[in-house]
């Protein structure tokens, strides 16, 4: 069965930095690309990034260029969103997806991040 | 950024009734467009992509349909379950970008 876990989210101040982690099973991980996909409270979907199955091609959404780090380990089929200077709109649940090729086939429950002071 | 606009905001129906979603965007997508379903405290779930083909386990009743920047979701007759939030993506061009969803509810 295929599962993807997120973990790290929680409180953090604006400014602040939070690394959210992403477990994932039941599939050859080093074969697929994997996105992290975000939702405000009561608001619509919204990109954040991705990353190739070798980490070779990496692209990041506008408004976290610069601020936000994606990366993976394929030797523990997880991937990873460090994120710095936080701010109070980047409040959300941040999920985790399979990209299984022009779509995101599998998502994980998602972790929440609120920063606020 | 490719601009992908959802309508209605919200579609009133009855169980058994037909619902019609429309995703429009900005510039062509050729085929590169999938649709998802979102459940009040649930994660997204993957209906469709590559504008019309199901996921796996999705039913018939579901079907999607357009290529270019005209898109459909259709649920030929809605049950219970199928009264959610539905959010089309594109797949065609960096960034990667978001509808902004049609709440399909019951009348």
């Known amino acids: 069965e295929v599962q993807v876990v997120e973990s790290g989210g929680g409180l953090v101040q604006p400014g602040g930095s939070l690394r959210l982690s992403c477990a994932a099973s039941?599939?050859?991980?080093?074969?697929?690309?994997m996105n992290w996909i975000r939702q405000a409270p009561g608001k619509g979907l919204e990109w954040v990034s991705y990353?190739?199955?070798?980490?070779?091609?990496?692209h990041y959404a506008a408004h976290v260029n610069g601020r936000f780090t994606i990366s993976r380990d394929n030797a523990k089929n997880s991937v990873y969103l460090q994120m710095n200077s936080l701010r109070d709109e980047d409040t959300a649940v941040y999920y985790c997806t399979r990209d299984g090729g022009w779509r995101d086939d599998y998502w994980g429950q998602g972790t929440l991040v609120t920063v606020s002071s | 950024e490719i601009v992908l606009t959802q309508s209605p905001a919200t579609l009133s129906l009855s169980p058994g009734e037909r619902a019609t979603l429309s995703c429009r965007a900005s510039?062509?997508?050729?085929?590169?467009l999938a649709w998802y379903q979102q459940k009040p405290g649930q994660a997204p779930r993957l209906l469709i992509f590559d504008a019309s083909e199901r996921a796996t386990g999705i039913p018939a009743r579901i079907s999607g349909s357009g290529s270019g920047t005209d898109f459909t979701l259709t649920i030929s007759s809605l049950e219970p379950e199928d009264f959610a939030v539905y959010y089309c993506?594109?797949?065609?061009?960096?960034?990667?970008?978001f509808g902004g969803g049609t709440k399909v509810e019951i009348q």
């Open positions: 993506q594109q797949r065609s061009d960096w960034p990667l970008t």
């Open positions: 990353i190739s199955s070798t980490s070779y091609d990496i």
């Open positions: 039941g599939f050859n991980f080093r074969g697929y690309s």
């Open positions: 510039e062509s997508i050729a085929s590169r």
